[in-house]
């Protein structure tokens, strides 16, 4: 990713923890207002938002 948009590790590493930080917040506020499962076009969101986390914190490992 960070080829094609000419970002530098670390402002890749910024971008990856902007991401995260809006999937939880997302998450959040998706469970403080509907305690059921929400989807988007026959798509888990939560689910799908929790794999992003989870890909994005392993990326960051790396």
Request: glycine content about 6%; charged content about 40%.
């Amino acid at each position: 990713m960070g080829d094609i948009l000419g970002l530098t590790e670390e402002e890749q590493l910024e971008v990856y923890k902007a991401v995260v930080d809006l999937v939880r917040s997302r998450i959040e506020k998706a469970q403080s207002v509907d305690k059921g499962k929400r989807y988007v076009e026959g798509v888990d969101v939560e689910a799908m938002a929790e794999s992003l986390v989870k890909r994005v914190k392993e990326k960051q490992k790396k």
